[in-house]
């Protein structure tokens, strides 16, 4: 597969004379597969062109960490009670900011205030309580934010070990929280592991609209930060979505890349962390299995509602637990695992007549029930704010074949051959 070059360096402001530290006008791949360990992160803020799904660019501004610009900015990893530090360069024209946000608020201690172009600025502060946070440009709250910002702070718990040995992802988890997390791999519903903190996904929720882009960056290039600061009342009330996004990727960009479509076996859970970087609501909703709903803005749940659609204002932080049960509409054996193994594991399917074809991988979709973006640049599908989550084999639990991961019938249509060897056009 060839892969995407999603964002480049925007050459104009190049040319401007911005200093572009050896990275000029080099094309980067975008995704947030690559992540940093704390404790010291250096990130340059930059101007770039962001390629939209259907290959329209539209102008952003970008955390580059030295991989290479990325929207969101790479996911960086913590331990609670930790020092860590950020290093932000400004390679824009405009002042820029820091901060730590965590749904409601800029946590105190973690802010910079004002990073001249040019300038590189810096602020330490000690990790927060275990759970996920946004990084971003506070700055004219939220446009630099809307406008790329923003990125996944991940702060992990020091002990995170349950009295059975089980892991769990925070420090002081209610008690409904620890009899969940202590029921993975113990009981028949949820055969299988225990929560690995490997399996994490964020699922970064966006919108871009390319002519309000478009504005502010013209307003960028002519350092002309007041206009910057007076446009922000009419880019809230005025501002007309096109394209609707997760981690910076739209429909088949996002429907299968594995650092955005939960993979694994049965008995596998997963924490799935959204965020919502964009200005618009999204309203996931999730097939196959339901969510337990394990943390909002901060707040970790007592009361873990078990669900497949949640709400996602603008900002908002939630964490959801995916279970990766066996589910409920399989043709064996649902919500039972002695059976399934018993049916040899591989559930068959007749596609032609005496042509049985193994069902797996069980792919289930994610996609947003909003209508604005349902209805955005072509629709839901295949171009709006979409993703996968597949279970990979009928073994119940893990390792997970690595040969396995991303590879869904669907994802030659795009180029790429089949991964099963099927030559007829219509896959399953
Ligand atoms: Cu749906």
């Not at 200093?19 to 250096?42: I, K």
């Not at 009342?233 to 739209?250: D, H, K």
């Not at 873990?304 to 932080?317: A, Q, R």
Request: net charge negative; aromatic share 10%; proline share 9%.
């Amino acid at each position: 597969m060839n892969r995407r070059e999603f964002i480049k360096i925007n050459v104009r402001m190049a040319l401007a004379g911005i200093a572009l530290a050896g990275t000029q006008g080099l094309p980067t791949m975008l995704g947030v597969s690559t992540s940093h360990a704390a404790s010291s992160v250096n990130l340059t803020i930059q101007p770039v062109l962001w390629e939209m799904v259907d290959g329209i660019q539209v102008n952003a501004w970008a955390f580059d960490d030295g991989s290479g610009p990325r929207i969101p900015g790479v996911i960086v990893n913590a331990l609670e009670g930790e020092q860590v530090t950020f290093n932000i360069t400004n390679n824009n024209s405009i002042p820029h900011g820091f901060g730590l946000w965590n749904g409601t608020q800029i946590l105190p201690g973690t802010t910079i205030a004002s990073i001249q172009p040019g300038g590189t600025g810096s602020v330490t502060f000690t990790a927060p309580a275990a759970g996920s946070y946004m990084y971003v440009d506070p700055l004219n709250w939220p446009l630099h934010r809307v406008m790329g910002l923003n990125g996944a702070l991940f702060v992990k718990p020091q002990n995170a070990v349950l009295p059975n040995g089980n892991r769990i992802p925070y420090s002081s988890p209610p008690a409904a929280m620890q009899e969940l997390f202590s029921d993975f791999g113990k009981v028949s519903y949820f055969p299988g592991d225990d929560w690995d903190p490997a399996r994490t996904w964020l699922w970064m929720f966006h919108s871009v609209d390319p002519n309000w882009n478009q504005t502010i960056q013209t307003l960028a290039c002519d350092g002309n930060a007041a206009g910057i600061a007076a446009s922000v009342a009419s880019f809230t009330t005025t501002y007309t979505p096109q394209y609707f996004l997760i981690n910076g990727r739209s429909g088949h960009w996002s429907g299968h890349e594995p650092d955005t479509a939960p993979y694994g076996n049965v008995g596998m859970p997963a924490l799935i962390v959204s965020m919502n970087s964009g200005l618009n609501a999204a309203s996931p909703h999730i097939h196959g299995n339901h969510v337990f709903e394990l943390a909002a803005n901060g707040t970790v749940k007592d009361n873990l509602i078990f669900l497949d659609t949640w709400s996602m204002l603008s900002g908002d932080i939630k964490s959801h637990l995916l279970p990766f049960i066996i589910p409920p509409d399989t043709i064996n054996s649902p919500e039972d695992p002695a059976a399934w193994s018993a049916a040899g594991g591989v559930p068959k399917v007749e596609v032609a007549s005496g042509v049985l074809r193994s069902q797996f991988p069980f792919v289930y979709p994610m996609h947003c029930h909003l209508e604005t973006s349902q209805t955005a640049a072509g629709g839901n599908y295949p171009n709006g704010s979409m993703t996968h989550w597949s279970i990979l084999s009928p073994t119940i639990g893990g390792p997970v074949d690595p040969a396995l991961i991303g590879k869904h019938p669907d994802r030659r249509i795009f180029g790429d051959p089949d991964p099963r060897g099927f030559t007829n056009s219509v896959g399953l």
